[in-house]
């Protein structure tokens, strides 16, 4: 089992950056695969990114291509959702999730408590 906890949420301006960080327990980080999740208010938690358990193989939803970056450092046990130009529709809570040697797309069993990212135009 794992835990996970994400930080590095908060308010910033279109066309700021942010860096979230999710930090996870476990001896066995390495074998997770882990994702990044958001949901704004009103509408339903939607995947935004995923990168597989060794870091080869990443995965973005088409509307934060180019701008978003996942990457992980299994020896620090974290993974990190670099955001670049900001706009006020990535507002949401963002959620880490993970699972074991799981597909990039698919059932995540374990999952953080969020960190609000809100972008003011």
């Known amino acids: 089992q794992v835990q996970l906890v994400e930080s590095g949420g908060g308010l910033v301006q279109t066309g700021d950056s942010l860096r979230l960080s999710c930090a996870a327990s476990?001896?066995?980080?390495?074998?997770?695969?882990m994702g990044w999740f958001r949901q704004a208010p009103g509408k339903e938690r939607e995947f935004v990114a995923a990168?597989?358990?060794?870091?080869?193989?990443?995965n973005y939803t088409d509307s934060v291509k180019g701008r978003f970056t996942i990457s992980r450092d299994n020896a620090r046990n974290t993974v990190y959702l670099q955001m670049n130009s900001l706009k006020p529709e990535d507002a949401a809570v963002y959620y880490c999730?993970?699972?074991?040697?799981?597909?990039?797309?698919?059932?995540?069993?374990?999952w953080g408590q969020g960190t609000q990212v809100t972008v003011s135009s």
């Open positions: 999730a993970a699972h074991i040697f799981g597909t990039l797309r698919g059932q995540y069993d374990y």
């Open positions: 476990g001896r066995t980080f390495g074998a997770y695969t």
């Open positions: 990168i597989s358990w060794r870091g080869g193989l990443t």
